[in-house]
Nanobody, 118 residues
């Protein structure tokens, strides 16, 4: 079992920034695609961004040019830098670690809440 520990959520005004962190102790991090998902009230969970072990990034259209995903393999931590936040970014954000070749081996963080006020 891999325990993902998230931090960095909170309340911010529109136009502000937050950085989320996801620590994944152990060896699984090095063989994982790391992703950030979010789920707003009444909506389905959606992929926000992902990053492969080689550093290739993928973003949802709604966050392109505003959010940046990164990973520090030495610290076994993934990050999501969120700039120019909008009220519609309000959601619970979840970290995900998925095995690079066996997609069924996947772990989730507990979620961290992000609230963007007008």
């Amino acid at each position: 079992q891999v325990q993902l520990v998230e931090s960095g959520g909170g309340l911010v005004q529109a136009g502000g920034s937050l950085r989320l962190s996801c620590a994944a102790p152990g060896s699984f991090f090095s063989i994982s695609v790391m992703g950030w998902y979010r789920q707003a009230p009444g909506k389905q969970r959606e992929l926000v961004a992902s990053i492969t072990t080689g550093g290739r990034m993928n973003y949802a259209d709604s966050v392109k040019d505003r959010f940046t995903i990164s990973r520090d393999n030495a610290k076994k931590t993934a990050y999501l830098q969120m700039n120019s936040l909008k009220p519609e970014d309000t959601a619970v954000y979840y970290c995900n670690a998925r095995h690079v070749t066996i997609a069924s081996i996947t772990y989730w963080g507990q979620g961290t809440e992000v609230t963007v006020s007008q």
